[in-house]
Structures are given as C-alpha cells and as structure tokens.
C-alpha cells in the first residue's frame, strides 16, 4: 500500500472502531461482535506500529477508556488503575517473555494465569478491615465513588474475614480489586422480566452489569444481581511476596477468586491451560473472551514498570476468536459435480478459530447481492470450529471506490460451455463431461459417507485424472499399483494401499453406491429409501416412474432427477463399465446381514492353511475387509508364522486385537455358519 492509501485506511479504520464504541457503550447497540471490532483494532495498532507518524490523539489506540460520570463523586486512585496489553496467539506470549528478560536479570519466570473476566472493574478500600469506598475505574487515574451501589452486592464483604495468617491485611489500608459481573443466568432472567413487563431488551451482561453500577439510585442496584469476583490486592510486596499469595489472601478475606487461576512454572504449562479453558470457557457462569498472565513475584512485576497504560509485567490472552475481518481479493465460480456454479471468495489469508481462512463460499449470485459484497471489500467473516467459514457482512465504511461488482461469468470457468439459469438461483453448467464436474464427481464417489475409499482425496483424484490413468469413477477400479506407484504422489506403499483400498469396494452397500453415483438431490437419507425399495441395483435400473413415486417422501423433482439420470447414455455406459469392473453392489439384504461388516483384517506372516488372496476372498464374501497396513480402522491383525514387527508394534500402539491363524479361522468358521 502506498502511503496515501494507508492513511486513508487508518482513517476509516478509526472512523469505523469509533462508530463501534459509541453505539455499544453508549447507545447500547452491537455493529459487530467484539471479536471482529478487535481484529480492526488489531489492524489499527498494526499500521500505527508501523507508521508511528500517522498516529493521531484521536486514535481510539491512544484513548483512555472511561468517562467520569456526574453525578458520582470522583475519587483519585492511590495507585493508577491500568489496563492490559492484548495478545492473540502464544508467539506473542512468547515475544513478550523475551522483551521482559532483556529488562530483568533472571533466566526463568514463574507466572499465575486467571481467566479474563467480561464485566466492569472496580476497586474496594478498606480501612482496618472496614469496606470504607468502592470505585469505579474511571480514567485510571480518577474514578467515581459507587460506595452505595456495591454495598449492594452480596459478595462484597462489609468486614474483611478474620484470617490468622493474613491477620495484618485487617490492619491500616489493604486495597482489593475486581471484577463487577453479572452471570449469564440472571441475565437472561433479567430480559425475561423484561419482556413481560413490555420494557427494552438488554444488549449483554456486562453492558447491564455497567449500566446497573452506574444508576443513581442504589436501590435498582440491589434488585439486580451482581457479583464481585476479585483479582488484585494492592499491599506492600514485603508484605504479599506473589501474586499466587494475593490470591490465597482474597480467598480467605472472603473474597471470590476463580477457581481455576493458578501458578505456571513457566510458558510451557500454559499451553495445555489455553486449551483446557478455549473451549470450557463456555460453561462458565460468565461470560470471559481470554486469560490474564501475570509475573508471579511482585517485584518482579513493580521493577519492569508500565508503558502506556499497561503494565509489562502482565499480559491478556485474547482466546481464538471465531470472528475476524479480512478483504475479498477476487471472487471466482466453482463448478461442482451437479454443474452448480458457485462464487467462492478468495480472501486475504486470516487465522480464525486456529486454522487460516483463504476461501468462503458465497453460495449464490442472490447472496452476493443481498449482502452487496464486492471484490475488494473489507469483510467479517466467521469461522466456528470445524463448521465452513461464512462471509458474515462487508464492511461498506472502509470502501475506497476501487471496489469491483462480481459478475456472474457467461460460460463454464473449466469446459467454456454457457452457464444457464433456470427458475431457480442457481446458475450451472450442463455439460456433464466438463472436467470439473468430472473431478468433483469422482471426489464425491470415494468419499466418507459414499464409498468411503481411503486415500482417494481431492489430491490423489487430481494426480490420476491428470494422468489420464482414469476418466470417471468406474475406471478406479481397473487400475493396478504398478501404474498408480509411477505417479509423483505415490510411493509403491501407498499405491498397495490405494488399490487395497478400492479392491475392498468392489461390494459396496447399495445405499452408499446410489448416493456415490452424485444423482442430484439424491443424499444419503433418499438413497437408502430406494436401496430399501429396490433391493437390487439392476431392479433400480429397470424401474418405472410409478415404482419410483410408491417410495415415501420422494417428490416429483427429486424422481424426475432419478429418472433422467438413469435415462442418460453416459450413466448407462458409466453403469455398464462399473459390471465390467466387477464392481457388484450388495443386495439389500445380503449387506445387511453379512457377519463381518465393518470388520477389517491385516495379516502379517506366513499362514498354514490358506494364502493371503484366499484369506482376502473370505473375509470379503463374509462382508469383511481385507487391508495390506494397519490403520485406525483395523480391527485384527492376524499373524502367521515369521510376522513382521513393525505391524506388531503399530497394533499394540493403536490397541488393535490380534489374534493367529487358528482364531481367524474360527471367525470365518463361525460367522459363515451366522451369515
Ligand atoms: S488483572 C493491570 N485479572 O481486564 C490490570 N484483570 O484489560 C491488571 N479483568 O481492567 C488487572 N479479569 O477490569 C486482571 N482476572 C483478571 C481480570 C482482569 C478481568 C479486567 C480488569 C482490567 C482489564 C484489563
């Protein structure tokens, strides 16, 4: 970017993250999640970092959050209520570890972790073990006076709790601070009452939590409930050696701590505690967005000082975001199987919820629109665990003109032939030959819930595809390892496995084959229903429309879909070549009642009585599979005579049964006379 650009970014940027705080802390109302307002920030200080000059004072970077309120008494802090760095990932927490040893001479640091909690911070005096004032935090430097209103909270002790080994904390000024929260459950049963009474819905907890500090009369206060969780006890650092000590100390003054904060030995443990708390979090009584990482020893932490308006000794870990912002740099159409033209964005790569986001359907050409998302928008976009990212909104303010409409093309992006539109949404391409379509197909065919072929993915499809070693899916079957083992993908193990792995499907149930056939508007639930019904592929084949419409819950689309495709030359052929392949679908009733599905055997070793192909065959005929390596989906590993210890080993390690010649032939033995 040159640099007008920049600074025009950053003015959006401030312009946007401003519009933000006013309508959430003021108005009350949410434009965005906090997360994806803290990935703009993010960028905000990034760009500042880079471009000190740009820095303005109106930056919301350089505000001090906090406000005084009239109405209130100000009370000027005895020791300067701070904020906290935040960090997004553990290279950050590390960084920071680095920069704090370059200042202090020690070769290890201990640490205590506290999880962060979403509410508002307050500070309590007491004076010889009496609550004297309560503050809010204000500007950091002057707060105002909330006495009233936290004598309303019950967690809040009037009296410090006589304790014989913190005795001395009831003597002279022992200062303590929180966190005001309100649970979850009381929030949600606040806008119950609410809506009954006909009255305004609140935003979240801790916007309520703040408004209800902030109401005059304390009496609201009471009815509202609020809970104290504390975090700080400000002493001398003779007195109170580490903050492991300060915690142990509120506890026993009668405080509530987090019972899952607790001394790191160093930054190593702090990786399992991030894991344990990323998603267990969300069975807190509160809401919390990260973790708090504070040098343990006290003194530690006064002599590396402040900057800004943060201490370095203490850091906040922002847990993995589910939101975040990002750019469209170009929208381009994939065709899938069905010939569906999809627009899919490619994004600006951007870490969410632990894995980078460089794609995101945007399903349709109606949803471009709906959402008015151009290439070159600044966008949100959201990403939960294993679930597809999504294009949640674009954000319109941080246009800059350069900003292009996408275009549904004319023609096929692959083949070239015109794409169509129906009366539907969809646009598509109906040349069932076009590459695309053919690879997605195939793709489709070996996947987990069609036939579920290990080691036939996306990759390998390419590889065999471009190698002309197959066409369409009936040609997997024919192709032998030594072909497969020439390709640069394969090794001549993986290419044994490979064809193991599709000579298993050659019996495949029938559901899962009509689903892997990719009949549009066929899916798992509607292929079963017809397996059901049919019993056999080939009384399929030959069926009439009216045996199709007795099947309940087919529609006349999801039949005159069936119906075309069997019609079509290409799938009779493409059915004709799978017979030619030897691939014989089970009848219903056979797969359903053969002993050993879902059964798999390895053998190792030399056996007695049969060789490894006719061992293969049975186990097959009985429904099993027969596999040369062991995976995770091995159930026995059978041994002969000379077995080999590598496969030994890796089913002791997978804790897999195994079992000798004379027990696998039990097994056939017994589950043939069942079968
Ligand atoms: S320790 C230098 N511990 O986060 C401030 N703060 O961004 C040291 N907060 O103002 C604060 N949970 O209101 C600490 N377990 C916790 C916390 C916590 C929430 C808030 C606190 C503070 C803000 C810092």
Not at 449 to 478: C, H, P, R, T, Y
Request: with cysteine; hydrophobic share 35%; charged share 30%.
């Amino acid at each position: 970017m040159d640099s007008s650009k920049i600074k025009d970014r950053i003015e959006k940027l401030k312009k946007i993250i401003d519009d933000y705080r006013y309508h959430y802390h003021v108005l009350n109302e949410s434009l965005m999640s906090e997360e994806a307002a803290d990935s703009l920030k993010h960028e905000l200080s990034e760009l500042e970092a880079a471009h000190p000059d740009l820095i303005t004072e109106d930056s919301p970077t350089q505000r001090v959050a906090g406000q005084i309120l009239e109405g209130f008494k100000s009370i000027r802090h005895q020791t300067r209520m701070l904020s906290l760095r935040d960090v997004f990932n553990l290279k950050e927490v590390n960084d920071w570890e680095s920069r704090n040893l370059k200042l202090v001479d020690l070769k290890n640091i201990s640490y205590f972790v506290d999880l962060k909690m979403d509410g508002l911070a307050c500070s309590l005096i007491y004076q010889d073990g009496y609550l004297e004032t309560g503050v809010s935090r204000g500007d950091g430097f002057v707060g105002e006076d909330i006495t009233a209103n936290i004598k309303t909270i019950m967690s809040i002790p009037l009296k410090l709790r006589e304790t014989p080994k913190y005795s001395f904390l009831l003597k002279a000024r022992t200062e303590i601070r929180g966190e005001i929260v309100m649970y979850l459950k009381d929030f949600e049963e606040l806008n119950k009452k609410q809506q009954k009474l006909g009255l305004k819905q609140f935003s979240n907890p801790r916007n309520t939590a703040a408004g209800t500090i902030r109401q005059l009369n304390s009496k609201i206060v009471s009815e509202r409930k609020l809970y104290f969780r504390a975090y700080d006890l400000i002493r001398s650092i003779e007195e109170i050696k580490t903050v492991e000590e300060e915690y142990l100390a509120l506890s026993e003054l009668g405080f509530i701590t987090n019972k899952g904060s607790k001394k790191l030995k160093n930054l190593k443990e702090l990786e399992s505690f991030i894991e344990e708390w990323q998603d267990k979090r969300k069975t807190l009584e509160f809401n919390t967005d990260g973790l708090v990482i504070k040098i343990n020893d006290r003194r530690i932490y006064q002599e590396l000082g402040v900057v800004g308006k943060a201490p370095r000794a203490a850091i906040a870990y922002k847990f993995v975001a589910e939101e975040s912002t990002t750019i469209i740099k170009d929208i381009f159409v994939s065709i899938g199987r069905t010939g569906v033209a999809t627009p899919v964005a490619i994004l600006k790569p951007v870490v969410i919820a632990g894995t980078t986001v460089q794609m995101a359907t945007l399903h349709n050409l109606d949803e471009i629109r709906r959402k008015d998302l151009r290439i070159g928008d600044s966008v949100i976009v959201h990403k939960a665990g294993d679930i597809i990212p999504e294009v949640v909104k674009s954000l319109k303010e941080l246009r800059n003109g350069q900003e292009k409409i996408f275009q549904m093309p004319k023609a096929c992006p692959d083949c070239k032939k015109p794409l169509t539109q129906n009366d539907e949404v969809a646009y598509r391409c109906t040349n069932s030959s076009c590459p695309s379509r053919t690879y997605k197909r195939i793709v489709h065919f070996a996947s987990k819930s069609a036939l579920d072929i290990e080691g036939l993915g996306e990759k390998n499809v390419i590889a065999l595809l471009d190698s002309k070693l197959i066409n369409d899916q009936a040609d997997i079957f024919k192709l032998k390892e030594s072909e497969v083992a020439k390709l640069e993908r394969f090794g001549q193990l993986s290419a044994n496995n490979l064809v193991d792995a599709i000579n298993n499907s050659k019996k495949p149930d029938l559901a899962r084959f009509i689903y892997a056939l990719g009949i549009r508007h066929v899916g798992s639930k509607t292929a079963e229903d017809i397996a059901n019904k049919f019993k056999t592929l080939d009384n399929l084949v030959n069926a009439k429309e009216d045996d199709l419409n007795e099947i309940e819950g087919i529609g006349q689309v999801v039949l005159e879909s069936i119906v075309e495709w069997f019609n079509e030359s290409e799938n009779k052929r493409l059915l004709q070549k799978f017979k030619d392949n030897e691939v014989f679908p089970l009848e219903r009733e056979q797969s359903r009642n053969l002993p050993l599905l879902n059964t798999s055997f390895v053998i190792t070793g030399t056996l007695d009585n049969m060789d490894r192909e006719e061992a293969a065959t049975q186990i097959r005929k009985l429904g099993g599979t027969f596999q040369s390596s062991i995976t995770k989906t091995t159930n026995y590993l059978v041994t002969g005579e000379n077995p080999g210890s590598s496969k030994l080993l890796k089913a002791r390690e997978l804790e897999i049964k195994i079992i000798d010649e004379k027990m696998l032939m039990n097994i056939l033995k017994n589950k043939a006379s069942l079968g």
